[in-house]
Nanobody, 126 residues
Framework: QVQLVESGGGLVQAGGSLRLSCAASGRTISSYPMGWFRQAPGKGRDFVAQIDWNGGSTSYADSVKGRFTISRDNAKNTVYLQMNSLKPEDTAVYYC???????????????????WGQGTQVTVSS
């Protein structure tokens, strides 16, 4: 089993930045594709970004492309999401996820992932 714990969320003004971290425990995630999703109140869980097992390939939702960057440090068993130029519409609970199988879609669905963190709240004020 893989346990994922997100951190780094908070309240920030529009235009600001936050860096989310996702620390894994239980087993190494070095071979797992990893993703970030977000869920706003009353909405579904939406794809934000994904990264393959060694960081060689990434993809992003159109709404965050150019503003967010996903990265990973397998030695630390941690995945990151750097969020710049934040907008009020980025307000959501952000979830980290790990997949046991390779991800082949550029914008995968949440069902493709097997392990989830508890989420961290990001609130962007206007």
């Amino acid at each position: 089993q893989v346990q994922l714990v997100e951190s780094g969320g908070g309240l920030v003004q529009a235009g600001g930045s936050l860096r989310l971290s996702c620390a894994a425990s239980g087993r190494t995630i070095s071979s797992y594709p990893m993703g970030w999703f977000r869920q706003a109140p009353g909405k579904g869980r939406d794809f934000v970004a994904q990264i393959d097992w060694n960081g060689g390939s990434t993809s992003y939702a159109d709404s965050v492309k150019g503003r967010f960057t996903i990265s990973r440090d397998n030695a630390k068993n941690t995945v990151y999401l750097q969020m710049n130029s934040l907008k009020p519409e980025d307000t959501a609970v952000y979830y980290c996820a790990a997949a046991k199988a390779p991800i082949y879609r550029d914008k995968p669905l949440a069902i493709a992932y097997d392990y989830w963190g508890q989420g961290t709240q990001v609130t962007v004020s206007s």
